[in-house]
Structure formats: structure tokens, C-alpha cells
């Protein structure tokens, strides 16, 4: 059962009409405060703004095609200390939202007083190739008419090219466009929450409404369509990075700045094992390191970082891409994080973002399980 | 000088958990019970400590083959550490599998306190196993 309200859009000005929801939820007093992605004033970038004075949300742009960071770490950054006392809406990404989840799994952002409002997402391009997109006189009202074409659009960020769910699985509210006409969207209340928004905001709510049915076959149809594609992709990825040469060969360019755990929403550890006293060695370790094998590559354990960080997080990986955004060398992470994270969540029968309520697979166990692993 | 087949010797780190596997070991000694001694064993407290970053640090650093060795499903001395474990080991397995590397050098097994023959018998199967698979790729790679 789907409950849903129409937004009127306008002769296609899709970012003027979500603005004016959003404005609404202020003036009606749904909401004192909000996260959401604002023009910055360069017109280089759209970036996170926590917006507490409701002027202010006229600059804001949640379809423009950039995204610079996950927001589910600045939701964690906000709420990891303690949960905000004043009701503060976060406007975030399909992908940014099940991240959101995942953190609250882990105990990094405590939900209370927060209303998420997610969107079905066109994709992104990358920070730094945004200025190219807004050169070229293009708006985000363009965009969502042009995009949703994740696998075509190449110039895309590399997250967004594989994303299995550019909808999204959890929110309060869901800003729906895919699969309606230009112009057409809905507003889906997924919580009690976000119904009773909805309804302050003087919207009617309907159930099972024709648009809703609409976007949900089209859906439907898409999550059929990726998964086929995303399967064809990674026999594709096996071929081509599968086993120790090629894995090196991959890596060689990696300089161990570990950016991609620093963009990484899921890695939350404040203080990660490889810049801990775990890996700060007297002199002769690393000698008698050497010694084994005649020499080894410095900075020591580079393929141990990747392959322990993909123990510890490659269950709760989102696919956002936000580490390969962030390396310096454009080794290809999304890739082989959502390999081996599609597969491995595959056999826990786990999709991270799916449900709070969910364990974590690492948390939990059950006593018949994986028995060929243990016995003899 | 590169090590042909026949002389090669595998080598072999064990984490075995304290309750059960490091005291079979212990058995496995004072029973003079035979077997190679390919596999160093490190003790730790519970087979579900060992985080697969350090299964990994031994595989890239020159281990042929690693064994966790813990309590019987039901047995452990922490209630559920092993189930934990498991986990553990299957999702390394998974990704070895994803990558293409191979996970057939990941053992992991339940043997208990009193079962000295049967420590003594995994060992030599795992030497065994470990010899005819040939020195690991990654234990030698000098760039990982």
C-alpha cells in the first residue's frame, strides 16, 4: 500500500517546485532546521547546507547533478554526540540514505527528530567536473529531464554508472519521478512520520494513486534491468581484475593515502587499525620483513589495507563511490568494492540500507550456517 | 634459488583458540602423536578474536596456508565466539573468491581440547594440501 500525494511542477521547473515543498515544511512548522544541497555561490559546486532561516532555501538545488560528498557522515557528524532536539529535515541521495542507515546500525547518527527525505535519483557527475555541466548553461531542471540514464552517461560519476538503487529503499519521504512523465511527481510517505508532514502541509494524501502505480512498475521493470546488467558488469570486472597479478597491477598506482576510507561513510572507526600503533614498527620489523622476501614495496601493506577494509565494510557498502571520488589516482574502487560487497551481502542474503532494524551480518549469526566452511 | 615442488615446504600460521585447539595441540605433544612442523601456531583467546586482517597479514607476507582452529559449534568457552568466526572466515572466503584468489588456502576448523589425534591428523592433511598446492602466489609478491 503506497500513500502519496501529487507535486504540482510547473512548466518542468522541478527544482522551484521541491524548493516550495520545502519552504512549506518550514512556514507550517514541520520543521525548524534542514540539511539539503545549496548552490554554492562560485556556481562550482552544490553543497550540504544546514539552513535554519527559511529565505535561504530558494539557493537550494536538490537535483543538481553533483555530489561532492556522502551526506550520511554529515548526518553523523551532527547526531553522532547527541540526536538534535529541534525537528531538522535531511535531503539526501538514494545512496546517502541507505549509508544514513547502515550509521545508525553502527550507533554513528541517532535518528531522533530527523525526517529523511530521499529522492529517485538521475545520478551525478563529479566535483570536479561540474563546472563543466554549469558552463555549458545546463540547470538541474535539464538534468532530470535528460538523465536517469545511469548506464549511457559516462561522464557520470563511476558510483552512480553501477547503481543498483537510484530510488530509494528507506526515507520518510520520497520525492518520486521515475518512470512519470516530465513534469510529474509524487511525494510517498513511507513512515507515519512522513504522512503526517504530508499532511500539515495541506497535501491529499491518496493510496495506491495511478502515479504511484506508475513509478512503481517502472520500478519494478528497472530493478529487474539492473540487476541483470549489474551481473553482466562484474563477470565483466572478474575478467578483468580477477587474481594477484592483475589485482597489483591495480593497486600499483595506490599511494596509501587512505582517502577512500576517509570519504568512505561506512568506515566510522575514529581511529582506523592502519594509523594506529598496529602498524607503527620499530625498524628491524620492517627489516626482517624485507628479509623474507629480498624487499617489499613502502608504505608497507598497501593490498592489506584494500583487502581488510573490504573485510570490515564490504557488507555495509552502499556503492556510492565516494572512495574512488577520492583518490588521488582513479583506481577503479567502486568496482571492486561493489564486487565483492554485491556478492558478499549476497550470501548473508543482506542489502545494506534496506531496514535499521536489520543486523549487521558481522553482529549476528545463526548456529546451522556455512557448515562447509568448519567441518571436515 | 627458486624452490622446486619437491623440496618445497609449505609454511603454515595457526591461530588456535585457547580452550580447545592449543590444548589438542598440547595433547597431540604429550601423546608423542606425529606430525609435520609446517604449522607455527600463535594462541589466542577465542577463534573469533582473529580478524581477517590478520589471516591476510599472513598470507601477504609469506604464510603458504593459514589455519583458525576453535571450539566446536556450541562449545565455546565465550558462547558464540566461533559461530562469529565463521562469519568471518566466510566472508574473507567470499572475497578471495570474488578477486579470484585463492581461498583454498583459508582453513578453518573445529577441534576441541580432547582431540589430540584428530590436531595431529588436520595438521598433517593441511601440510599435505598446502605442499601440493604449490608455494602461494601472494606469500612471495614482493609489491603487496
Known amino acids: 500500500m503506497t500513500k502519496s500525494a501529487t507535486l504540482e511542477v510547473k512548466d518542468g521547473k522541478v527544482r522551484q517546485a521541491i524548493n516550495g515543498f520545502l519552504k512549506d515544511l518550514f512556514t507550517k512548522k514541520v520543521v525548524d532546521a534542514m540539511l539539503v544541497p545549496v548552490a554554492h555561490p562560485s556556481g562550482k559546486n552544490v553543497v550540504q ?5 527559511p529565505a535561504n532555501i530558494d539557493k537550494a538545488d536538490v537535483y543538481a547533478p553533483v555530489m561532492p560528498v556522502n551526506s550520511a557522515k554529515i548526518v553523523q557528524q551532527m547526531t553522532r554526540l547527541t540526536p538534535t532536539d529541534r525537528k531538522t529535515a535531511v535531503v539526501i541521495r538514494p545512496c546517502e540514505m541507505r549509508a544514513a542507515v547502515e550509521l545508525i546500525k553502527l550507533k554513528q547518527i541517532q535518528p531522533d527528530n530527523l525526517l529523511f527525505i530521499s529522492v529517485d535519483c538521475p545520478g551525478a557527475y563529479s566535483v570536479k567536473s561540474y563546472p563543466k555541466f554549469t558552463a555549458d548553461k545546463k540547470t538541474s531542471d535539464d538534468f532530470v529531464k535528460t538523465g536517469f540514464k ?6 557520470l560519476r563511476a558510483g552512480c554508472q553501477i547503481c543498483e538503487y537510484p530510488y530509494p529503499l528507506t526515507a520518510d519521504i520520497t520525492i518520486g519521478m521515475y518512470g512519470l512523465e516530465p513534469g ?6 513511507n513512515t507515519t512520520q512522513g504522512e503526517a508532514a504530508l499532511k500539515t502541509l495541506g497535501f491529499a494524501i491518496d493510496t495506491d494513486s495511478e502515479l504511484a502505480k506508475k513509478r512503481e512498475a517502472a520500478l519494478a521493470k528497472l530493478a529487474a534491468d539492473l540487476k541483470e546488467r549489474r551481473k553482466k558488469f562484474f563477470a565483466e570486472v572478474k575478467k578483468e581484475l580477477g587474481g594477484i597479478d592483475k589485482l597489483m597491477q591495480v593497486f600499483a598506482s595506490c599511494i596509501k593515502c587512505q582517502n577512500c ?26 627489516l626482517r620483513q624485507a628479509e623474507k622476501k629480498g624487499s617489499i614495496r613502502m608504505p608497507a601493506d598497501t593490498l592489506l589495507f584494500h583487502l581488510t577494509r573490504m573485510n570490515h ?31 558478499a551481502q549476497e550470501l548473508f542474503g543482506y542489502v545494506p540500507g534496506r531496514n535499521a532494524e536489520e ?8 548456529e546451522k550456517e556455512f557448515e562447509w566452511i568448519g567441518e571436515k | ?18 580452550w580447545c585447539t592449543a590444548s589438542a595441540a598440547d595433547l597431540a605433544g604429550t601423546t608423542r602423536a606425529q606430525y609435520p612442523p609446517n604449522m607455527h601456531p600463535i594462541r589466542v583467546m577465542c577463534s573469533g578474536t582473529v580478524d581477517p586482517m590478520y589471516v591476510l597479514k599472513a598470507l601477504l607476507s609469506g604464510a603458504d596456508a593459514v589455519m583458525i582452529g576453535g571450539c566446536h559449534p ?18 574473507l572466503k567470499q572475497i578471495f573468491k570474488s578477486l579470484g584468489l585463492d581461498e583454498n588456502r583459508i582453513w578453518l576448523r573445529w577441534i576441541s581440547a580432547s582431540e589430540g589425534p584428530e590436531f595431529a591428523k588436520f595438521i598433517r592433511q593441511i601440510t599435505e594440501e598446502t605442499r601440493k598446492q604449490g608455494p602461494s602466489p601472494m606469500a612471495s609478491d614482493w609489491t603487496v
Not at chain 2, 82 to 91: D, F, L, S, T
Open chain 1, 313 to 343: 565494510m564490504g557488507n555495509s557498502c552502499v556503492g556510492c563511490g565516494a572512495c574512488e571520488e577520492a583518490c588521488p589516482n582513479d583506481i577503479p574502487l567502486v568496482k571492486l568494492f561493489q564486487l565483492i560487497g554485491s556478492e
Open chain 2, 74 to 91: 556450541g562449545d565455546c568457552h565465550y558462547v558464540s565466539g566461533n559461530y562469529k568466526a565463521r562469519r568471518k572466515i566466510a566472508m
Open chain 2, 1 to 18: 634459488m627458486a624452490e622446486t615442488k619437491e623440496q618445497f615446504e609449505p609454511k603454515i600460521i595457526g591461530f588456535l583458540c585457547n
Open chain 1, 150 to 155: 545511469w548506464a549511457e552517461d559516462t561522464n
Open chain 1, 261 to 286: 576510507r576517509q570519504a568512505c561513510p561506512i568506515c566510522y572507526c575514529r581511529e582506523c587499525v592502519f594509523i594506529s600503533p598496529t602498524f607503527e614498527l620499530e625498524s628491524d620489523k620492517y
Open chain 1, 359 to 366: 543486523p549487521l551480518p558481522a553482529s549476528t549469526f545463526r
Open chain 1, 49 to 53: 547546507s544546514l539552513i535554519s532561516d
Open chain 1, 184 to 189: 510529474k511527481a509524487i511525494l510517498q510517505a
